[in-house]
């Protein structure tokens, strides 16, 4: 089974069919789940440990999907039963496979922003193997739900399962590794189809690139805010006006390739770039540490052959928008702050000036649609190619 990869989150939130009742006349539900715990080789207070998660666990039930959060508690639990069983020990959450140090394999391909993974061992086999050998352990579960909070085992057992999974199972990394390298093959060849396909058959298309927010700058949580609203309304914004949008985040590479392919595009596409993120006076921060240079945004627009226009909601963009107007680019842009100047946030859960003001205009890429706002350091300005 492959599996595309993506990063978690610390709070989780899972949904819920049987833990609380949804019925709109009888809707109630406890604030913790109850816990089972069953344990093998141990010897710990139950009932302690079961609380103790179950405290962990918040219920949200809100109709008609309620869910939980989880919040980590794996360390504390960790030196708790060490100090209980005099035994070094592992704490995990969720799933077995955790428990090796080795058992994922990864194929990245920034070019095309895909990743995917796949498991050497799977839980039932490293399951097999635990109670096979009667290796001690404790499994908590959330009470009529097949949802696992933790497992806990010696720390020993992650070599000993290891090295009886490797025994059992001897060509299993060879067999996964080709099957994984020939899926990936297969991704890859199907991602760059379906976006030409798009490219060809979409005379609206729309990009929304989302560049690098530093989570310690000042005001972070105000920026995050806007960020979010502002890709909801753009959301809105491309749909209605029937763009089909091929969405961009912390990828130059990928960036890069779009446009590439957006070079086979016919004349007659309309093609919308809008940037939000960190600017710098050297460029758009696409990533932690690329950066898009103006002189990269020129050569690459270059060989878009429709009517494209460059929106940069981010601080420094007229340094972008003067570039491309002293070099005639064919490329329009409208940038949000002055030369050499940034742009202050909006208020939290507001999207940005440039964003209203885009979808006020109407498409209509003209000045008096696109006015300042000085308490924001907002100085719209449109570069027209002529």
Known sequence: MINYFY???????IALTSACAVSQANFSCPQHPEIKVKQRGFNVPSEALAEKISQSITLTCKLPRPSFSITSIETLLEKELELQTGRDLVV??????????????FRTDQDLDLRLLELIYKEDEIKNVISD????????????????PYFILPFESKEIVTHELKRRY??????VT????????????????????????NKKI????????NPFMENYEYYRDELLRDKEELSRFFTSNNFYTIPVKLNKAYFTKILELLSEASPETQLLIF?????????????????????ELKLDLEQFPGDATLILGSCYSGNIRDYFQREKAPTRVISASRNG???????????????????????EFTPEHFKPEPSSDYYPSIYQPH
């Not at 995990?92 to 394999?105: A, G, I, M, V, Y």
């Open 7 to 13: 990063s978690g989150l610390l709070s989780v939130g």
């Open 92 to 105: 995990l959450p969720n799933q077995l496979d955790s428990l090796l140090d080795e058992n994922t394999l």
């Open 133 to 148: 050998l009667n290796i001690p352990i404790i499994e908590t579960k959330v009470h009529s739900l097949e949802i696992t």
């Open 170 to 175: 001897p060509t299993r990394l060879e067999e």
């Open 178 to 201: 080709l099957y994984l390298d020939t899926q990936f093959s297969h991704a890859k060849e199907k991602k760059i189809k379906d976006l030409q396909e798009q490219i060809s058959t």
């Open 206 to 213: 729309a990009l929304y690139v989302e560049g690098f927010v």
């Open 275 to 295: 940037y939000v993120g960190h600017g710098t006076p050297q460029g758009i921060k696409i990533g932690y540490q690329d950066i898009i240079t103006p002189q």
């Open 341 to 363: 100047f940034p742009v202050k946030t909006n208020l939290p859960g507001l999207p940005g000036h440039l964003v209203l003001d885009l979808i006020k205009s109407h498409l």
